[in-house]
């Protein structure tokens, strides 16, 4: 699986692009990234970009995701995002939000790319 993390200026925001298949094994390293990326960057919002990624995670992968998400702590000191493509199937985005919301955590998901910024930035 391929991604990068990019520190973005204007807005300031650390901007991850994922792209290829992504399953469970491959949201934990992104997961991992971007804790240590967040760590020398506080309180900078993260957006992660999956429009360009096939999601293909289970139920329980994406409930397993959400906790592990709550425990590394990062959603809980910034806003994170996910910006997906709808699709025909479950909305696994969605679910994340729902789950992560549910464990106190800044976390959405969106479709359109400037909702996701002005969310981040607080604009």
Known sequence: MAHEIRLLSTP?????????????????????????????????????????????????????????????GVSHRVRLAVLNTPGREFNRALFLEQLGQNRGLQFRHFHDYQATVDWLTGA
């Not at 971007?34 to 289970?58: Q, Y």
């Open 12 to 72: 300031e925001l650390i901007h991850v692009i994922v792209r290829d298949e992504l399953d469970l094994a491959t949201s934990r390293r992104i997961l991992a990234d971007i804790a240590a990326t967040a760590l020398g960057h506080p309180g900078r919002p993260v957006l992660v970009d999956t429009r360009a990624a096939h999601a293909t995670m289970s139920v329980t992968d994406v409930y397993q995701l959400a906790t592990e998400l709550a425990e590394s």
